[in-house]
């Protein structure tokens, strides 16, 4: 994983790969036959659902945040890996090897019942049903994520995000970030 965030997907060969990890390519060969391999084995072994913690969900302060906090998890993951790391998973994506949607598409049921929740509060002022609502929040994460991936990293992408999020909701005012919250959103 250094090397694909260090040197960029495209530019990493095995042998960088075995260099870093001090192993054979015979070794690298015995487990993976590429390094697509290594992105679809990272990505299998990846359960994104199961990294929020209760404690996160509980000290949101609305049901918007805590879709926040499931959202925001996704976004640290590819940040963790890397701009040209997830553009590759992407690839795979669209190539049929993974999917990245459905993984990401898994929260569907809890932002239906979050946005239900938020539309009855007030917090939400959208108008949209539920049903719709809740998966078009996953697919604007996921666009934000592919542009941030195209512009490789240089971009703000939890800003952007957030921004993005409370824009699609109408959010009501009052629980919208701050202009000083936008700017600090990608420092954490």
Request: proline share 3%; aromatic share 10%; charged share 30%.
């Amino acid at each position: 994983m250094r090397c694909f965030r260090t040197k960029g997907y495209d530019e990493v060969s095995v042998n960088d790969i075995c260099r870093e990890a001090d192993i054979a390519r015979s070794t690298f060969y015995r487990v993976f036959s590429s390094k697509k391999d290594v992105i679809r084995y990272r990505f299998e072994h990846t359960d994104a659902n199961q990294i929020v913690s209760i404690e996160e969900l509980l000290a949101a302060r609305n049901d918007f945040d805590r879709m926040w906090v499931i959202g925001d998890r996704y976004i640290s993951l590819c940040c963790e890996l890397g701009a040209t790391f997830c553009a590759a998973m992407m690839n795979l994506t669209l190539e049929g090897e993974i999917d990245m949607l459905q993984v990401a598409h898994s929260v569907d049921a809890w932002f239906i019942r979050l946005t239900r929740s938020c539309q009855q509060t007030g917090i939400i002022r959208s108008k949209e049903p539920p049903e719709l609502l809740g998966p078009l929040f996953v697919d604007l994460e996921y666009q934000t994520l592919y542009d941030w991936c195209r512009r490789q990293g240089d971009y703000p992408v939890r800003a952007q995000a957030r921004r993005r999020a409370e824009m699609l909701a109408d959010l009501a005012p009052e629980y919208r970030w701050t202009k000083e919250q936008l700017e600090n959103a990608d420092n954490v």
